[in-house]
């Protein structure tokens, strides 16, 4: 803003170095021109820069590779022991433990929607449903076979934390119950990767738990007060 503030409140009056008020405005005027041209292709140009995230995306779609988008629930509580457990269910089409989760490719556009699917997923109303993003560096990329696709998949694995408000069932808070069809558990990351088809077909989201336990386990509060269990 300096030169457009020097160009309206300069004196043009009178002859400066060899040149006139009139030339001396015109230079001012031009230069100014200049500099705002300038910060405005800086500012296009920085909006319009790619990001990693965008490079990578547009890699795997030139490679031909499946891309899937997948939010990953964290559903958490510390047990007496003082081990953080995982709400985890049992997939058959996968032969292993994972972690709630739903598929972003399949038109989830808005955190309503997710929360939607969360709710159906372990049977909890929506309006006591809260998700809170982790930092964008919690954010998992990785290819592995999937089962699904019967091929080598990419896969951008993002996170979010639940908080459960209200009063839990004891059904809930339970070791394990079953809901839509599925069995679900409340297990340690260290039993998830104890598991073999578990260690094998999901290690990469287990490790990447362990590896960032701090950020997506220990530091945000657990996902339900204990107290709130109902008799």
């Given at each position: 803003?300096?030169?457009?503030?020097?160009?309206?409140?300069?004196?043009?009056?009178?002859?400066?170095?060899?040149?006139?008020?009139?030339?001396?405005?015109?230079?001012?005027?031009?230069?100014?021109?200049?500099?705002?041209?300038?910060?405005?292709?800086?500012?296009?140009?920085?909006?319009?820069?790619?990001?990693?995230?965008?490079?990578?995306?547009?890699?795997?779609?030139e490679a031909?590779?499946?891309?899937?988008?997948?939010?990953?629930?964290?559903?958490?509580?510390?047990?007496?022991?003082?081990?953080?457990?995982?709400?985890?269910?049992?997939?058959?089409?996968?032969?292993?433990?994972?972690?709630?989760?739903?598929?972003?490719?399949?038109?989830?556009?808005?955190?309503?929607?997710?929360?939607?699917?969360?709710?159906?997923?372990?049977?909890?109303?929506?309006?006591?449903?809260?998700?809170?993003?982790?930092?964008?560096?919690?954010?998992?990329?990785?290819?592995?076979?999937?089962?699904?696709?019967?091929?080598?998949?990419?896969?951008?694995?993002?996170?979010?934390?639940?908080?459960?408000?209200?009063?839990?069932?004891?059904?809930?808070?339970?070791?394990?119950?079953?809901?839509?069809?599925?069995?679900?558990?409340?297990?340690?990351?260290?039993?998830?990767?104890?598991?073999?088809?578990?260690?094998?077909?999901?290690?990469?989201?287990?490790?990447?738990?362990?590896?960032?336990?701090?950020?997506l386990l220990?530091?945000?509060?657990?996902?339900?007060?204990p107290g709130?269990?109902?008799?």
């Open positions: 803003m300096g030169l457009p503030l020097t160009t309206a409140s300069y004196s043009y009056d009178g002859k400066k170095l060899f040149l006139e008020g009139s030339q001396w405005q015109a230079i001012t005027g031009a230069l100014t021109l200049l500099a705002l041209f300038q910060t405005v292709r800086v500012a296009y140009a920085n909006r319009r820069a790619p990001s990693i995230d965008d490079l990578m995306d547009e890699l795997a779609g031909g590779a499946v891309l899937e988008r997948r939010a990953i629930f964290i559903v958490k509580r510390r047990n007496i022991d003082g081990a953080y457990r995982v709400l985890s269910y049992w997939q058959p089409a996968w032969d292993c433990f994972l972690l709630p989760n739903i598929n972003l490719n399949e038109g989830i556009p808005s955190s309503v929607a997710m929360v939607r699917g969360l709710s159906s997923i372990i049977g909890i109303p929506e309006e006591r449903l809260t998700l809170s993003p982790y930092p964008e560096q919690s954010v998992l990329r990785s290819s592995k076979y999937s089962p699904t696709y019967r091929r080598e998949t990419s896969y951008k694995f993002e996170f979010y934390h639940v908080a459960v408000s209200g009063s839990i069932s004891s059904t809930f808070a339970g070791s394990s119950f079953s809901h839509g069809g599925f069995d679900y558990s409340w297990l340690t990351v260290a039993e998830l990767r104890a598991h073999p088809t578990t260690r094998e077909r999901n290690g990469d989201v287990l490790k990447h738990l362990n590896e960032q336990k701090w950020t220990e530091s945000p509060p657990d996902s339900y007060d709130s269990v109902a008799p």
